[in-house]
């Protein structure tokens, strides 16, 4: 088994606690309903939203893949840190056992800079390409997107 990291930051001009409020803390009602064509629903699998937690993206029919489970390793709401992995799903693809990821928002000129690592873990006998990383890297980055203009357009939302 493999690893390979991948890390990246950018700059939101949404503070810290608003993004990460919409982004990981309400993610399960948000996302859904900003994304429709995309995420059918997300499911708490088993927990209660803290560390341990696994939840269930549910993506729609026409989509890529069918679905994704994640663990919560750690959730720091006060320094605005989530460790999740990225457990079971045709997400993973035959490649790959899990995908470790960190994503935490720093205060920046009244807004925030978010820098997420990843850590790919493949399955003996396979290699990930970093094409394969900077697309899913690009989904990600373009979910984050959506949800900072929606936060722009709505500044009482998540207040």
Request: hydrophobic letters at 35%; proline letters at 4%; a negative charge.
């Amino acid at each position: 088994m493999g690893v390979v990291s991948f890390t990246q930051e950018f700059a939101c001009p949404i503070p810290p606690s608003r993004i990460f409020m919409a982004l990981i803390l309400d993610s399960n009602n948000l996302i859904p309903k900003l994304l429709p064509q995309i995420i059918k629903s997300i499911d708490v699998v088993h927990g209660d939203g803290g560390a341990g937690t696994i939840e269930q993206v549910n993506f729609t029919e026409g989509s890529e893949f069918k679905y994704v489970k994640h663990r919560i390793e750690e959730l720091d709401k006060e320094n605005f840190v989530c460790k999740y992995r990225m457990i079971e799903g045709d997400v993973l693809s035959k490649k790959l056992e899990s995908i470790a990821n960190e994503v935490k928002f720093e205060g920046a000129d009244g807004g925030s800079i978010c820098k997420m690592t990843s850590e790919y873990h493949t399955k003996e006998g396979f290699e990930i390409e970093e094409e394969e990383i900077k697309d899913g890297k690009a989904k990600a980055i373009g979910i984050y997107k959506v949800v900072e203009a929606y936060l722009l357009e709505n500044p009482h939302v998540y207040a």
